[in-house]
Protein backbone atom coordinates (compact mmCIF):
# COMPACT_ATOMS: atom_id res chain seq x y z
CA UNK A 1 0.00 0.00 0.00
CA UNK A 2 2.80 2.70 1.12
CA UNK A 3 4.49 1.65 -1.99
CA UNK A 4 1.75 2.23 -4.13
CA UNK A 5 1.21 5.60 -2.19
CA UNK A 6 4.60 6.75 -3.47
CA UNK A 7 4.42 5.56 -6.85
CA UNK A 8 1.39 7.26 -7.42
CA UNK A 9 3.15 10.67 -5.94
CA UNK A 10 6.18 10.43 -8.11
CA UNK A 11 3.63 9.64 -11.09
CA UNK A 12 2.04 13.18 -10.08
CA UNK A 13 5.00 15.16 -10.24
CA UNK A 14 6.67 13.50 -12.75
CA UNK A 15 3.44 14.99 -14.45
CA UNK A 16 2.86 18.12 -12.78
CA UNK A 17 5.89 19.40 -11.47
CA UNK A 18 6.20 22.91 -11.52
CA UNK A 19 9.24 24.90 -12.87
CA UNK A 20 12.45 25.98 -10.15
CA UNK A 21 13.67 28.14 -12.61
CA UNK A 22 14.37 29.11 -16.13
CA UNK A 23 16.18 25.80 -16.77
CA UNK A 24 14.94 23.03 -14.24
CA UNK A 25 11.91 21.77 -13.04
CA UNK A 26 10.42 19.65 -10.26
CA UNK A 27 9.73 16.93 -13.73
CA UNK A 28 13.71 17.25 -14.84
CA UNK A 29 14.27 16.15 -11.18
CA UNK A 30 12.16 13.41 -10.51
CA UNK A 31 13.57 12.15 -13.90
CA UNK A 32 16.92 12.17 -13.37
CA UNK A 33 16.09 10.29 -9.72
CA UNK A 34 14.38 8.06 -11.72
CA UNK A 35 17.13 7.29 -14.25
CA UNK A 36 19.42 7.01 -11.69
CA UNK A 37 17.65 4.51 -9.54
CA UNK A 38 16.79 2.42 -12.59
CA UNK A 39 20.80 2.51 -13.14
CA UNK A 40 22.01 1.90 -9.61
CA UNK A 41 19.45 -1.26 -9.31
CA UNK A 42 21.14 -2.70 -13.03
CA UNK A 43 18.06 -2.83 -14.65
CA UNK A 44 16.52 -0.96 -17.60
CA UNK A 45 13.99 -1.58 -19.92
CA UNK A 46 14.73 -0.79 -23.37
CA UNK A 47 13.40 -1.92 -27.16
CA UNK A 48 13.61 -1.05 -30.51
CA UNK A 49 10.66 1.02 -30.45
CA UNK A 50 12.21 3.21 -27.29
CA UNK A 51 15.52 2.80 -28.22
CA UNK A 52 14.38 4.92 -32.15
CA UNK A 53 12.73 7.69 -29.94
CA UNK A 54 15.67 8.85 -27.52
CA UNK A 55 17.83 8.82 -31.35
CA UNK A 56 14.64 10.79 -32.33
CA UNK A 57 14.79 13.19 -29.83
CA UNK A 58 18.54 12.85 -29.30
CA UNK A 59 18.74 13.40 -33.63
CA UNK A 60 16.62 16.66 -32.83
CA UNK A 61 18.67 18.01 -29.80
CA UNK A 62 21.83 18.36 -31.70
CA UNK A 63 20.14 19.50 -34.53
CA UNK A 64 18.36 22.60 -32.71
CA UNK A 65 21.80 23.14 -31.29
CA UNK A 66 23.20 23.32 -34.93
CA UNK A 67 20.55 25.91 -36.01
CA UNK A 68 21.42 28.03 -32.85
CA UNK A 69 25.12 28.12 -32.90
CA UNK A 70 25.11 28.40 -37.15
CA UNK A 71 23.06 31.48 -36.80
CA UNK A 72 24.62 33.06 -33.92
CA UNK A 73 21.27 33.45 -32.22
CA UNK A 74 21.02 32.98 -28.95
CA UNK A 75 16.93 31.59 -28.97
CA UNK A 76 17.23 28.32 -27.07
CA UNK A 77 13.60 27.52 -26.01
CA UNK A 78 13.58 25.00 -29.03
CA UNK A 79 16.79 23.26 -28.21
CA UNK A 80 16.11 23.32 -24.34
CA UNK A 81 13.01 21.70 -25.20
CA UNK A 82 13.97 19.02 -27.17
CA UNK A 83 16.88 18.17 -24.51
CA UNK A 84 14.31 17.88 -21.47
CA UNK A 85 11.90 15.91 -23.53
CA UNK A 86 14.97 13.31 -24.10
CA UNK A 87 15.58 13.44 -20.44
CA UNK A 88 12.19 13.02 -19.42
CA UNK A 89 11.58 10.38 -21.77
CA UNK A 90 14.30 8.41 -19.99
CA UNK A 91 12.41 8.89 -16.90
CA UNK A 92 9.16 7.56 -18.00
CA UNK A 93 11.18 4.11 -19.04
CA UNK A 94 12.53 4.16 -15.70
CA UNK A 95 9.13 4.99 -14.29
CA UNK A 96 7.48 2.39 -16.16
CA UNK A 97 9.45 -0.04 -15.34
CA UNK A 98 9.02 0.44 -11.50
CA UNK A 99 5.71 -0.05 -12.21
CA UNK A 100 6.37 -3.36 -14.55
CA UNK A 101 8.86 -4.73 -11.78
CA UNK A 102 5.33 -4.30 -9.38
CA UNK A 103 3.06 -6.65 -10.97
CA UNK A 104 4.26 -7.72 -14.33
CA UNK A 105 0.59 -8.66 -15.01
CA UNK A 106 -1.77 -5.89 -14.54
CA UNK A 107 1.36 -3.02 -14.30
CA UNK A 108 -0.35 -0.99 -17.65
CA UNK A 109 -3.59 -0.75 -15.72
CA UNK A 110 -1.84 0.48 -12.78
CA UNK A 111 -0.40 3.25 -14.77
CA UNK A 112 -3.34 4.51 -16.41
CA UNK A 113 -5.21 4.34 -13.38
CA UNK A 114 -2.37 6.33 -11.18
CA UNK A 115 -2.32 8.89 -14.56
CA UNK A 116 -6.02 9.27 -14.11
CA UNK A 117 -5.75 9.67 -10.36
CA UNK A 118 -3.27 12.25 -11.03
CA UNK A 119 -5.53 14.25 -13.36
CA UNK A 120 -8.24 13.93 -10.71
CA UNK A 121 -6.43 15.53 -8.32
CA UNK A 122 -5.20 18.36 -10.21
CA UNK A 123 -8.95 18.71 -11.67
CA UNK A 124 -9.64 19.29 -7.71
CA UNK A 125 -6.31 21.59 -6.93
CA UNK A 126 -7.68 23.70 -9.26
CA UNK A 127 -11.28 23.65 -8.34
CA UNK A 128 -10.45 24.82 -5.19
CA UNK A 129 -7.83 27.64 -6.66
CA UNK A 130 -10.91 28.87 -8.28
CA UNK A 131 -13.05 28.83 -5.01
CA UNK A 132 -10.11 30.02 -3.09
CA UNK A 133 -8.81 33.05 -3.94
CA UNK A 134 -5.57 33.01 -0.78
CA UNK A 135 -5.16 29.18 -2.42
CA UNK A 136 -4.86 30.31 -5.52
CA UNK A 137 -2.42 32.98 -4.59
CA UNK A 138 -0.78 30.98 -2.49
CA UNK A 139 0.08 28.08 -5.17
CA UNK A 140 0.65 30.53 -8.23
CA UNK A 141 3.76 31.68 -5.52
CA UNK A 142 4.92 28.45 -5.10
CA UNK A 143 5.03 27.90 -8.88
CA UNK A 144 5.97 31.29 -9.76
CA UNK A 145 3.44 31.56 -12.29
CA UNK A 146 3.11 35.18 -13.15
CA UNK A 147 7.11 34.84 -14.39
CA UNK A 148 5.49 32.25 -17.00
CA UNK A 149 1.29 32.54 -17.92
CA UNK A 150 0.60 36.08 -19.92
CA UNK A 151 -0.94 38.16 -17.34
CA UNK A 152 -4.22 38.38 -19.07
CA UNK A 153 -7.36 39.75 -16.28
CA UNK A 154 -8.83 36.36 -16.73
CA UNK A 155 -5.43 34.84 -15.19
CA UNK A 156 -5.56 37.05 -12.72
CA UNK A 157 -8.50 37.95 -11.54
CA UNK A 158 -9.05 34.05 -11.28
CA UNK A 159 -11.48 33.47 -13.99
CA UNK A 160 -9.07 31.11 -16.06
CA UNK A 161 -6.79 28.63 -13.69
CA UNK A 162 -3.40 26.91 -14.39
CA UNK A 163 -3.02 24.84 -11.44
CA UNK A 164 0.41 23.51 -11.43
CA UNK A 165 1.03 24.78 -15.00
CA UNK A 166 1.77 27.06 -17.08
CA UNK A 167 0.06 26.46 -20.14
CA UNK A 168 -3.82 27.07 -19.52
CA UNK A 169 -5.53 26.10 -23.57
CA UNK A 170 -2.96 23.55 -22.84
CA UNK A 171 -3.79 22.66 -19.31
CA UNK A 172 -7.21 21.97 -20.59
CA UNK A 173 -6.57 19.80 -23.27
CA UNK A 174 -4.38 17.80 -20.72
CA UNK A 175 -7.29 17.69 -18.21
CA UNK A 176 -9.04 16.07 -21.32
CA UNK A 177 -7.24 13.64 -21.49
CA UNK A 178 -8.12 12.01 -18.34
CA UNK A 179 -11.89 11.74 -20.08
CA UNK A 180 -10.35 9.71 -22.21
CA UNK A 181 -8.48 7.17 -19.83
CA UNK A 182 -11.56 6.78 -17.38
CA UNK A 183 -13.20 3.83 -19.17
CA UNK A 184 -9.78 2.13 -18.95
CA UNK A 185 -9.79 2.87 -15.28
CA UNK A 186 -12.86 1.30 -14.67
CA UNK A 187 -12.59 -1.67 -16.55
CA UNK A 188 -9.70 -2.77 -14.50
CA UNK A 189 -10.70 -1.55 -11.56
CA UNK A 190 -12.63 -4.56 -9.87
CA UNK A 191 -14.31 -3.22 -6.68
CA UNK A 192 -17.74 -1.42 -6.89
CA UNK A 193 -16.37 1.52 -4.38
CA UNK A 194 -13.26 1.62 -6.43
CA UNK A 195 -15.83 2.52 -9.82
CA UNK A 196 -17.80 5.41 -7.49
CA UNK A 197 -14.40 6.91 -6.66
CA UNK A 198 -12.85 6.92 -10.48
CA UNK A 199 -16.44 8.09 -12.05
CA UNK A 200 -16.32 10.88 -9.02
CA UNK A 201 -13.22 12.23 -10.55
CA UNK A 202 -15.30 12.90 -14.31
CA UNK A 203 -16.94 15.87 -13.29
CA UNK A 204 -14.22 17.33 -11.56
CA UNK A 205 -12.77 16.76 -15.17
CA UNK A 206 -14.77 18.48 -16.86
CA UNK A 207 -14.81 21.91 -14.31
CA UNK A 208 -11.20 21.57 -14.62
CA UNK A 209 -11.14 21.92 -18.19
CA UNK A 210 -13.72 24.64 -18.67
CA UNK A 211 -11.70 26.98 -15.66
CA UNK A 212 -8.81 26.63 -17.85
CA UNK A 213 -9.25 26.93 -21.75
CA UNK A 214 -11.82 26.21 -24.37
CA UNK A 215 -9.06 23.87 -26.49
CA UNK A 216 -9.43 20.77 -24.34
CA UNK A 217 -13.35 21.06 -24.38
CA UNK A 218 -13.12 21.37 -28.35
CA UNK A 219 -11.10 18.31 -28.43
CA UNK A 220 -13.12 16.51 -25.92
CA UNK A 221 -16.20 17.08 -28.11
CA UNK A 222 -14.31 15.88 -31.12
CA UNK A 223 -13.15 12.49 -29.32
CA UNK A 224 -15.74 11.39 -26.93
CA UNK A 225 -17.90 10.30 -29.51
CA UNK A 226 -15.48 8.45 -31.18
CA UNK A 227 -14.54 6.90 -27.88
CA UNK A 228 -18.19 5.77 -27.47
CA UNK A 229 -18.48 4.14 -30.35
CA UNK A 230 -15.71 2.20 -30.10
CA UNK A 231 -16.89 0.93 -26.38
CA UNK A 232 -20.32 0.28 -27.38
CA UNK A 233 -18.70 -1.47 -30.27
CA UNK A 234 -15.94 -3.99 -28.30
CA UNK A 235 -19.19 -4.36 -25.64
CA UNK A 236 -21.90 -5.41 -28.00
CA UNK A 237 -19.78 -7.02 -30.68
CA UNK A 238 -20.64 -11.08 -30.92
CA UNK A 239 -23.18 -10.06 -28.06
CA UNK A 240 -27.02 -11.52 -28.08
CA UNK A 241 -29.65 -8.27 -28.54
CA UNK A 242 -30.60 -8.22 -24.69
CA UNK A 243 -26.60 -8.66 -23.50
CA UNK A 244 -26.07 -5.80 -26.09
CA UNK A 245 -29.04 -3.28 -24.82
CA UNK A 246 -28.03 -4.39 -21.16
CA UNK A 247 -24.28 -2.74 -21.74
CA UNK A 248 -26.17 0.57 -23.79
CA UNK A 249 -27.89 0.79 -21.05
CA UNK A 250 -24.75 1.10 -18.70
CA UNK A 251 -23.64 3.09 -20.84
CA UNK A 252 -26.04 6.03 -21.14
CA UNK A 253 -26.14 5.89 -16.86
CA UNK A 254 -22.79 5.85 -16.51
CA UNK A 255 -22.52 9.65 -18.70
CA UNK A 256 -26.23 10.71 -17.12
CA UNK A 257 -24.50 10.23 -13.97
CA UNK A 258 -21.59 12.10 -14.49
CA UNK A 259 -23.92 14.61 -16.26
CA UNK A 260 -25.66 15.09 -13.16
CA UNK A 261 -23.19 15.25 -10.89
CA UNK A 262 -21.34 18.05 -13.19
CA UNK A 263 -24.86 19.70 -13.45
CA UNK A 264 -24.85 19.82 -9.60
CA UNK A 265 -21.25 20.60 -9.47
CA UNK A 266 -21.39 23.65 -11.35
CA UNK A 267 -25.27 24.65 -9.75
CA UNK A 268 -23.07 25.18 -6.43
CA UNK A 269 -19.92 27.40 -8.58
CA UNK A 270 -19.74 31.23 -8.21
CA UNK A 271 -21.43 33.43 -10.55
CA UNK A 272 -18.39 33.94 -12.84
CA UNK A 273 -18.49 30.39 -13.76
CA UNK A 274 -21.82 30.99 -16.04
CA UNK A 275 -21.27 34.33 -16.76
CA UNK A 276 -17.41 33.34 -18.21
CA UNK A 277 -16.68 29.98 -18.65
CA UNK A 278 -19.63 28.49 -19.79
CA UNK A 279 -20.23 31.46 -22.27
CA UNK A 280 -16.71 31.14 -23.63
CA UNK A 281 -17.33 27.48 -23.61
CA UNK A 282 -20.42 28.51 -25.94
CA UNK A 283 -18.28 30.23 -28.58
CA UNK A 284 -17.23 26.76 -29.73
CA UNK A 285 -19.75 26.59 -32.09
CA UNK A 286 -18.73 29.89 -33.95
CA UNK A 287 -15.51 27.97 -34.33
CA UNK A 288 -16.87 24.76 -35.50
CA UNK A 289 -18.42 27.14 -38.04
CA UNK A 290 -15.46 28.78 -38.74
CA UNK A 291 -16.51 31.77 -37.31
CA UNK A 292 -15.63 34.37 -34.67
CA UNK A 293 -12.44 35.92 -32.81
CA UNK A 294 -10.16 32.25 -32.71
CA UNK A 295 -10.97 31.94 -36.31
CA UNK A 296 -10.11 34.91 -37.24
CA UNK A 297 -6.78 35.64 -34.88
CA UNK A 298 -5.67 32.61 -36.26
CA UNK A 299 -6.24 32.73 -40.22
CA UNK A 300 -4.32 35.72 -39.80
CA UNK A 301 -1.10 33.71 -38.30
CA UNK A 302 -0.62 32.11 -41.23
CA UNK A 303 2.99 33.19 -42.77
CA UNK A 304 5.91 31.33 -43.72
CA UNK A 305 10.22 32.46 -43.71
CA UNK A 306 10.91 34.90 -46.43
CA UNK A 307 13.77 32.67 -47.47
CA UNK A 308 14.43 29.44 -48.91
CA UNK A 309 17.41 28.39 -46.11
CA UNK A 310 15.24 29.95 -42.98
CA UNK A 311 12.23 28.25 -44.74
CA UNK A 312 13.70 24.58 -44.48
CA UNK A 313 16.61 24.99 -41.89
CA UNK A 314 14.77 27.87 -39.70
CA UNK A 315 17.00 30.32 -37.91
CA UNK A 316 16.36 29.48 -34.16
CA UNK A 317 14.23 32.72 -33.12
CA UNK A 318 10.49 31.37 -32.23
CA UNK A 319 9.55 35.16 -32.42
CA UNK A 320 8.49 35.46 -28.59
CA UNK A 321 12.31 36.34 -26.98
CA UNK A 322 14.30 39.59 -27.38
CA UNK A 323 14.69 38.83 -30.71
CA UNK A 324 12.55 40.25 -34.08
CA UNK A 325 8.54 39.23 -33.35
CA UNK A 326 6.97 36.66 -35.69
CA UNK A 327 3.27 37.65 -35.87
CA UNK A 328 2.06 34.20 -35.12
CA UNK A 329 1.28 31.80 -32.54
CA UNK A 330 0.35 28.51 -34.22
CA UNK A 331 2.76 26.03 -33.10
CA UNK A 332 3.66 24.75 -37.02
CA UNK A 333 4.48 28.09 -38.42
CA UNK A 334 6.78 28.79 -35.14
CA UNK A 335 8.70 25.43 -35.75
CA UNK A 336 9.09 26.54 -39.64
CA UNK A 337 11.02 29.82 -38.36
CA UNK A 338 12.91 28.32 -35.48
CA UNK A 339 14.32 25.25 -36.92
CA UNK A 340 12.35 25.25 -40.36
CA UNK A 341 10.70 22.02 -42.21
CA UNK A 342 13.37 19.56 -41.17
CA UNK A 343 13.26 20.51 -37.64
CA UNK A 344 9.79 20.31 -37.42
CA UNK A 345 9.63 16.94 -38.75
CA UNK A 346 11.91 16.01 -36.28
CA UNK A 347 9.96 17.20 -33.79
CA UNK A 348 6.50 14.97 -35.58
CA UNK A 349 8.56 11.85 -35.57
CA UNK A 350 7.95 10.93 -31.90
CA UNK A 351 4.26 11.21 -32.17
CA UNK A 352 4.31 9.39 -35.42
CA UNK A 353 6.33 6.70 -33.77
CA UNK A 354 3.59 6.89 -31.00
CA UNK A 355 0.81 6.16 -33.36
CA UNK A 356 2.58 3.41 -34.71
CA UNK A 357 3.16 1.98 -31.43
CA UNK A 358 -0.84 2.38 -30.06
CA UNK A 359 -2.33 1.07 -33.94
CA UNK A 360 -0.37 -2.45 -32.89
CA UNK A 361 -3.42 -2.70 -30.43
CA UNK A 362 -6.14 -2.22 -32.29
CA UNK A 363 -6.93 -6.10 -32.64
CA UNK A 364 -5.40 -7.16 -29.50
CA UNK A 365 -7.08 -4.06 -26.81
CA UNK A 366 -9.20 -1.74 -29.58
CA UNK A 367 -10.54 0.76 -26.63
CA UNK A 368 -6.82 0.87 -25.53
CA UNK A 369 -5.61 1.67 -29.07
CA UNK A 370 -7.72 4.36 -29.88
CA UNK A 371 -7.50 6.13 -26.39
CA UNK A 372 -4.25 6.03 -27.19
CA UNK A 373 -3.96 7.24 -30.56
CA UNK A 374 -6.28 10.00 -29.80
CA UNK A 375 -3.98 11.08 -26.66
CA UNK A 376 -0.62 11.47 -28.93
CA UNK A 377 -2.91 13.11 -32.08
CA UNK A 378 -4.28 15.25 -29.49
CA UNK A 379 -0.90 17.69 -29.35
CA UNK A 380 -0.75 17.37 -32.96
CA UNK A 381 -4.12 19.38 -33.31
CA UNK A 382 -3.38 21.78 -30.19
CA UNK A 383 0.10 22.33 -32.00
CA UNK A 384 -2.36 24.30 -34.83
CA UNK A 385 -3.60 26.94 -31.98
CA UNK A 386 0.01 27.03 -29.98
CA UNK A 387 3.25 25.36 -29.89
CA UNK A 388 2.37 22.19 -28.25
CA UNK A 389 4.74 19.76 -29.70
CA UNK A 390 7.15 18.15 -26.47
CA UNK A 391 5.49 20.37 -23.93
CA UNK A 392 6.37 19.33 -20.01
CA UNK A 393 2.75 18.02 -18.73
CA UNK A 394 1.57 16.52 -21.75
CA UNK A 395 4.62 15.30 -23.00
CA UNK A 396 5.02 13.50 -19.24
CA UNK A 397 1.83 11.82 -20.02
CA UNK A 398 2.81 11.16 -23.89
CA UNK A 399 6.30 9.86 -22.73
CA UNK A 400 4.84 7.66 -19.88
CA UNK A 401 1.72 5.91 -21.85
CA UNK A 402 4.13 5.49 -25.15
CA UNK A 403 6.86 3.15 -22.61
CA UNK A 404 4.20 1.59 -21.08
CA UNK A 405 2.95 0.42 -24.58
CA UNK A 406 6.16 -1.10 -25.95
CA UNK A 407 6.36 -2.82 -21.97
CA UNK A 408 3.27 -4.51 -23.34
CA UNK A 409 4.50 -5.26 -26.44
CA UNK A 410 7.60 -6.32 -25.57
CA UNK A 411 5.53 -8.67 -22.66
CA UNK A 412 3.61 -10.33 -25.71
CA UNK A 413 7.27 -11.80 -27.07
CA UNK A 414 9.31 -12.29 -23.73
CA UNK A 415 8.53 -12.32 -20.13
CA UNK A 416 11.51 -9.70 -19.32
CA UNK A 417 12.65 -6.36 -20.81
CA UNK A 418 15.22 -6.54 -23.62
CA UNK A 419 18.11 -4.74 -22.05
CA UNK A 420 19.79 -5.51 -18.57
CA UNK A 421 22.03 -3.28 -17.92
CA UNK A 422 24.39 -3.01 -15.02
Known amino acids: MLCSIITGLITFLFIFGWKINLLAD ?48 LDTQIAMRSIRALLNFF ?40 LN ?16 VNLTSSFLDGYRISGLTYGLSQ ?16 RDCKSYFGKMVLLAGAPLLVVSILISGRSGLMLGMAFLPICITTLLWKRTNGKSPGSAISEIVKGTAI ?13 RMPGKFDSYSLAQAREILDTIKLKGTTVENLSGMLILPESW ?39 LFPYLLALRVAAQFFRSDLYLATASSLIFFSALLLNSKELALLTRTQWSIHSLLLCMLCLKLQQGVARQPTVNVS
Open 309 to 347: PELFFGSSNLGRGELDYIPSDIGWIKTIFAIGLVGTLLM
Open 26 to 73: LILLVSAGLIATSFIRGYFFADRNTLTMAAGLGILSIYSLAIVIMNGV
Open 255 to 267: LAAIAIAFTLLSS
Open 171 to 186: TSVLQMLGLLLLPLTL
Open 133 to 148: QSLRLAIYRITDAESY
Open 91 to 130: GALALANIYYRRSESDFGGIIIRDIYLALTAHAALMLAMY
